[in-house]
């Protein structure tokens, strides 16, 4: 298992910019991929993006192509989600993920499992209108 520890989030106006931050640790915290998620209140915890453990891949929702950034230093076993561009429709908990690898569906949609993935507590994001 991988524990992560998610920090960055807070209030913004739209069009502003927020950079969230996963601090991995545990014994393949360097080797895992890592992925953001997002719950809305009411909704169902969504994906956002996703890296490979290498960094070679990202993977992206496509609400946020273009305007959300993944990246990841593995030295510092951190992965980071820059935030662009905000909408008020991004306003939800995000959760920082961790896995052997990023899951994808028939249909191109992308997912961690939620019973084998490590999960962080997650950070609020809020962006006003």
């Known amino acids: 298992q991988v524990q992560l520890v998610e920090s960055g989030g807070g209030l913004v106006q739209a069009g502003g910019s927020l950079r969230l931050s996963c601090a991995a640790s545990g014994r393949t915290a360097s080797t895992s991929a890592m992925g953001w998620f997002r719950q809305a209140p009411g909704k169902e915890r969504e994906f956002v993006a996703a890296i490979s453990w290498t960094g070679s891949s990202t993977y992206y929702e496509d609400s946020v192509k273009g305007r959300f950034t993944i990246s990841r230093d593995n030295a510092k076993n951190t992965v980071y989600l820059q935030m662009n561009s905000l909408k008020p429709e991004d306003t939800a908990v995000y959760y920082c993920?961790?896995?052997?690898?990023?899951?994808?569906?028939?249909?191109?949609?992308?997912?961690?499992?939620?019973?084998?993935?490590?999960w962080g507590q997650g950070t609020q994001v809020t962006v006003s209108s």
């Open positions: 993920a961790a896995d052997r690898r990023v899951h994808s569906t028939s249909s191109g949609s992308y997912y961690f499992p939620m019973n084998s993935a490590s």
